[in-house]
């Protein structure tokens, strides 16, 4: 069983950055992690994907170049940095734990996940 708390969000301006935490509790060393957002009407969508021991990130074509995923298996944390960001990147930001790196774009394959936590810019 794995527990996921976001934490970071807030109201930011264009331009700025934000890092986004997620504390697990439960070892999180055998998931590929993620970060998903959902927009007010719309989907939830696949942001960022790491695997297991961090060999591999994937990242969806909208934040390229502008975030970066990051994990620590040791504290159980994985992380997301986000740079120059957007009005468009508003919305409610999810920590996810995905078996398999090949599934981490799915949010059908996640097994857990975290509450959210907002994320505003202003433009």
């Known amino acids: 069983q794995v527990h996921l708390v976001e934490s970071g969000g807030g109201l930011v301006q264009a331009g700025d950055s934000l890092r986004l935490s997620c504390a697990a509790s439960?070892?999180?060393?055998?998931?590929?992690m993620g970060w998903f957002r959902q927009a007010p009407g719309k989907e939830r969508d696949f942001v960022a994907g790491i695997s297991q021991f961090s060999g591999s990130t994937r990242y969806a074509d909208s934040v390229k170049g502008r975030f970066a995923i990051s994990r620590d298996n040791v504290k159980n944390a994985v992380y997301l940095q986000m740079n120059s960001l957007k009005a468009e990147d508003t919305a409610v930001y999810y920590c996810a734990a995905v078996p398999r790196f090949t599934a981490i774009t799915s949010p059908l394959d996640v097994d857990y996940w975290g509450q959210g936590t907002q994320v505003t810019v202003s433009s």
């Open positions: 439960g070892t999180i060393s055998r998931y590929a």
